[in-house]
């Protein structure tokens, strides 16, 4: 019922940054938990990042690299990726958790993000 779609992947050399976004079709509340996640080439999907009212967690291979956060007036969240290794490259996906829910319950389509050494 809900769409989320996500922008802002593209190609970066590694040191830089790119910073994504999800828009949801439905208007979110800050007590929706909303979770970034990415997946390799041959690889499993893994966790990113999420974040759930003032709570936020990251990923170890991510910690100090990338912030999320959520403007609830735009229904979106931003997931800002600074200092981009090679091992970043992957199809990023956005997904909604609802309250009571034990997954989430919605995803994205997915943006690629390309990061060159």
């Known amino acids: 019922q809900v769409q989320l779609v996500e922008s802002g992947g593209g190609l970066v050399q590694a040191g830089g940054s790119l910073r994504l976004s999800c828009t949801a079709s439905?208007?979110?509340?800050?007590?929706?938990?909303m979770g970034w996640f990415r997946q390799a080439p041959g690889k499993e999907r893994e966790f990113v990042s999420s974040?759930?009212?003032?709570?936020?967690s990251y990923a170890d291979s991510v910690s100090g690299r990338f912030t999320i956060s959520r403007d609830n007036a735009k229904n979106t969240v931003y997931l800002q990726m600074n200092s981009l290794k090679p091992e970043d490259t992957a199809v990023y996906s956005c997904?909604?958790?609802?309250?009571?829910?034990?997954?989430?319950?919605?995803w994205g389509q997915g943006t690629q993000v390309t990061v060159s050494s």
């Open positions: 997904a909604l958790r609802q309250q009571g829910s034990p997954r989430y319950d919605y």
């Open positions: 439905a208007r979110t509340f800050g007590n929706y938990e």
């Open positions: 974040i759930s009212g003032v709570a936020r």
